[in-house]
């Protein structure tokens, strides 16, 4: 997966303070998204972009703002952290948002809200 | 709504051994995609298998294969000749192209391989 780079791999925030994740992929691919994954489940997806300029909110938005300036970046914000947003994140992206793409994964990054 | 259900929370299988991973799905789409991923300890997302709503063949991917039954919405993994390194976290996912691209997953499985 060395396609897609999230980073912080790791990052502990106060309740109250923002922050942003930052998501970079260098395949040209039009499809990202955000996912959290908490203890024992499958992920969940927050935010989507289907191209520059474009986002949408996917199962679980609150709390959480996304913007898509260019292609390769898309940066999912936490405007005020709250204890309930601990989780792992995933950043992944795909050519397209077609059934046929193949969807790359970033390597996670891990969120402790205290 | 689309769902995915995986009602293996856990499973066990002897190292060299095939296993079967369970998952079905729900959806009214005509065109989707079924994935799975291995998620081991350190946490990444490893792609493993891609099954396509109107590929006639079963995929296959080195010692995985995926036994898709689209009448009965189900797409089990089967893994062969298990291996040690193969104990992780198993997601079945699913995208729908006409919702958006979203990709959506199951709980998951916890495979162990005994030795």
């Known amino acids: 997966n060395a396609g897609v780079t999230q980073t912080p791999k790791f990052q502990v925030l106060k309740t109250g303070q923002s922050m942003t994740l930052q998501c970079a992929q260098d395949m040209n691919h039009e499809y990202m998204s955000w996912y959290r994954q908490d203890p024992g489940m499958g992920l969940r997806l927050i935010h989507y972009s289907v191209g520059a300029g474009i986002t949408d909110q996917g199962e679980v938005p609150n709390g959480y703002n996304v913007s898509r300036s260019t292609t390769e970046d898309f940066p999912l914000r936490l405007l005020s952290a709250a204890p309930s947003q601990t989780s792992v994140y995933f950043c992944a992206s795909s050519y397209g948002a077609g059934s046929g793409n193949t969807i790359y994964f970033g390597e996670g990054s891990w969120l402790t809200v205290v | 709504a689309q769902k995915i259900t995986q009602t293996q929370p856990g499973m066990f299988v002897q190292e060299k051994e095939a296993v079967t991973l369970d998952c079905t799905y729900d959806?009214?789409?005509?065109?989707?995609?079924l994935f799975w991923y291995k998620q081991p300890s350190s946490g990444e997302m490893i792609f493993l298998i891609y099954q396509g709503s109107y590929d006639e063949q079963n995929a296959t991917e080195g010692r995985y294969s995926l036994n898709f039954q689209k009448a009965r919405k189900s797409a089990n993994l089967v893994i062969s000749a298990s291996q040690l390194g193969d104990s992780a976290m198993y997601f079945c996912a699913m995208r729908a192209y006409n919702q958006g691209g979203k990709l959506i997953f199951g709980q998951g499985t916890e495979l162990s391989v005994k030795p």
């Open positions: 959806t009214s789409d005509q065109s989707y995609g």
